[in-house]
């Protein structure tokens, strides 16, 4: 099945450089955002084909569900899955009454839909190619300019990257800054049998030094909605990040989809990543930005004053509902770029329909809000149908007199609230929903009631996902009284780490010899990945290891648990923060989330049976964690908290899995081993040409 996918994959490949030899650049680019500075397309895709049908008629050759095809803005971009015409009659099987299905094949019945194994099965699409150049720009997203950021394509955010499901995505990077290096990671992205290409510098690849085009290559084997971003220390809070689509079906119907992801984060207007070098974190967020868009006049107390014109807040364009119909439905793809802060978003008046979990489709459930952790994602469906609000103190007006509504997005308390001015009087009120699209009246609408603002995650037994797991026993168990690998979250400084002086928090592995690992940031090497030490065994060149069993040949069900938490005892200080976790190349699932609870034995209660699970998970705040996943997919996976200060201290750790299978396939000789070596020359060429040299960062460099 494996070689026939990538065959077909070569073929539709080579059929579009074929067709495409005669087609000008402006015919294939694709819009990215609209931003506040003027917006530069990306290089030409591989996108439309000369000989391509102009209209969604083509069974396998179709825009993706509920994007308009008159809207206006560019959008060009289709599903091509015309290879699968030679494994029979294929045909799309999308309807706004069941977004479930995906592909049908109408002579056995077959289908690819929200059923399907995804790890293992999906369809076969086509090569998608973006070329993306990292600079040096200025952006003004909400009145004050930020001088010196680092963007995408002269952009922030940066250009809206899109595949479907059982495409392969080819990324090529060009890194222009002349100041530093830069890696790009696929946030969530399996990279099943790629870990070359997860984009971590220190662990997968060395930098790509200024001056460098590196190529990024990986299968779309799930779908749904994610982001890209730099993985350079604190590099991606400079602006280097951008939105990511995997167009699939869905668990929750829908009509039209959001033209653009909604990204939110908080945001300043100086570099984040200079006052991380120089060992500071004083640099206070001064803006909430949806879709790099913000108003620096109303956050804050006092708040900032504009230098330049406030841009029109992101605004989403409803459909009033017409008598005798339906209201209409709408998609929203919701993701978290921040740093530091941990949202919860609502729309006033108006009920969210929760549909997936970062990559996991769940059953639907509704709420009046979505708590969002950084590096989290979901899509909602929200009804164009307002509704009264249950807010007592101040009642909905007339629902044929209001036309405008707000989009909020609060932060959570103690997810990133300590870094405001004043958290009570900061400005939420982020977006705009209208049901008139020519009105430019600020909405009147009020909060929902209720809305609970604690740093807590989504409720674990809400998210049920749709393809079921049952958690198999640890190949990793301890000697635990529950049987469990115990790692916990401690605190302690840089001081006996001379190159490593931002050292302050750190993974310590509970269950091994205590002495071992007393306080042991991990700190990476630019210069020296431990892609190229896949031979090793321990002392590692790098601080902190996780090293798994190999577990049986062949196998894709063997098990790692994990719990986490943050210790206490006399000779550590834990941290009791809540913290953002997430684990590179695989899903995980959440056997147990406890909050308020110091991790013992006696309150072990595990669930095994189709546990929550995604990609990251918020430890909650003086509780603890334990997740599981698949030792399937052979690599370094890094494992970390997404606060990017925490992270930049220390906060992390690396997983080597199935070490030899890892090494048979990119050991010393093998083509990506050279590419890698290639890599890391350029890295050290431009780092001996440097004054003075220093291939090591004075943070984690993670």
């Known amino acids: 099945m494996e070689l026939w996918k990538r065959f077909w994959v070569l073929v539709t490949r080579l059929l579009h450089i074929a067709t ?42 179709w825009r993706p569900p509920g994007h308009r095809q008159d809207n206006g803005d560019g959008f060009k971009f289709k599903c091509d899955y015309r290879a699968m015409a030679e494994k029979g009659l294929w045909e799309k099987c999308s309807t706004p009454e069941d977004r479930s299905c995906w592909l049908r094949n109408h002579e056995t019945g077959q289908r690819y839909d929200i059923n399907t194994d995804y790890e293992h099965d999906f369809p076969i699409g086509v090569t998608r190619e973006y070329w993306l150049t990292v600079t040096n720009s200025t952006i003004i997203a909400d009145g004050y300019p930020f001088i010196g950021a680092t963007v995408f394509n002269d952009t922030y955010p ?4 899109q595949a479907c499901w059982g495409d392969e995505v080819v990324v090529h990077v060009t890194n222009n800054i002349t100041a530093r290096g830069t890696s790009i ?119 900032q004053k504009n230098t330049s014109a406030i841009p029109t ?81 101040q009642p909905m007006p007339e629902k044929d007199k209001l036309n405008e509504f707000w989009v909020r997005t609060w932060v959570a308390e103690k997810c990133g609230a300590d870094d405001y001015p004043d958290f009570s009087k900061t400005y939420m009120q982020t977006g705009i929903v209208r049901y008139n699209d020519s009105s430019e009246a600020e909405p009147r609408s009020s909060p929902w009631g209720g809305i609970a603002l604690r740093c807590s995650d989504e409720t674990y037994t809400s998210l049920r996902p749709v393809l ?38 750190a993974f310590r592995n509970v269950s091994d010899d205590a002495q071992k690992w007393n306080f042991s940031p991990l700190q990476v090497d630019f210069a020296d990945p431990i892609m190229l030490h896949l031979n090793g ?70 669930n095994r049976f189709n546990p929550p699970r995604r990609d990251v998970v918020l430890m909650p705040t003086n509780g603890f964690i334990i997740i599981a996943f698949k030792a399937d997919n052979p690599g370094s996976w890094l494992l970390h908290c997404h606060i990017a200060k925490h992270a930049s201290k220390g906060l992390a750790l690396q997983i080597l899995e199935r070490q030899s299978e890892a090494l048979g396939m990119w050991g010393p000789g093998s083509e990506v081993f050279n590419d890698t070596t290639e890599l890391c020359n350029s890295w050290n060429a431009w780092v001996k040409s440097t004054s003075p040299p220093k291939p090591f960062p004075d943070d984690s460099g993670i």
């Open 20 to 61: 495409l030899a005669g087609l000008d650049e402006a015919s294939q680019s694709q819009h990215p955002l609209g931003l506040a500075e003027p917006a530069a397309l990306l290089e030409p895709e591989f996108l439309l084909p000369e000989a391509a049908p102009s209209s969604d008629d083509d069974p396998l050759y």
């Open 158 to 161: 940066g250009p809206w990257i």
């Open 185 to 303: 990671h696929w946030h969530g992205i399996r990279q099943r049998l790629t870990m070359q290409h997860d984009g971590v510098n220190g662990i997968t690849q060395c930098p790509i030094a200024p001056g460098i085009t590196s190529t990024y290559r990986w299968n779309v084997m799930q779908y749904g909605s994610a982001w890209y971003h730099s993985h350079y220390s604190d590099q991606y809070a400079d602006g280097l990040l951008g939105p990511l689509t995997l167009h699939g079906p869905s668990s929750g119907n829908f009509d039209e989809a959001a033209d653009i992801p909604t990204l939110m984060t908080d945001w300043r207007h100086g570099s984040v990543f200079d006052k991380t070098v120089a060992g500071k974190h004083e640099l206070e967020i001064q803006s909430i930005l949806l879709n790099g868009i913000g108003d620096v006049t109303k956050f804050g107390d006092p708040a």
């Open 313 to 393: 807040p992101y605004t989403l364009v409803f459909e009033k509902k017409k008598p005798g119909t339906r209201a209409k439905r709408y998609l929203l793809r919701l993701i978290n770029t921040s740093i530091q802060s941990t949202f919860i978003f609502s729309i006033d008046n108006h009920l969210l329909t929760i549909v997936s979990a970062d990559f996991v489709p769940i059953y639907p459930y509704t709420n009046t809000s979505v708590l969002i952790g950084i590096g989290q994602r979901y899509n909602v469906i929200v009804e164009a149908d307002p509704r009264a609000n249950n807010n007592p103190s």
């Open 468 to 505: 079921p797991w049952i958690v198999g026993d640890p190949i990793n168990p301890m000697k635990t009284g529950a049987g469990l690998q115990h790692i916990s979250i401690v605190t302690g400084t840089g001081k006996q780490f001379p190159d490593f002086p931002m050292a302050g928090l």
């Open 537 to 606: 065994s321990e002392p590692w060149p790098h601080h902190f290891w996780e090293v798994y069993p190999e577990g049986r040949e062949g196998a894709d069900d063997d098990w790692v648990w994990l719990a986490i938490s943050s210790e206490r005892d006399s000779q550590f200080t834990g941290d009791i923060d809540a913290h953002p976790i997430h684990l590179h190349g695989h899903d995980f699932a959440i056997l147990q989330q406890a909050e308020g609870q110091p991790f013992e034995v006696s309150k072990v209660q595990i």
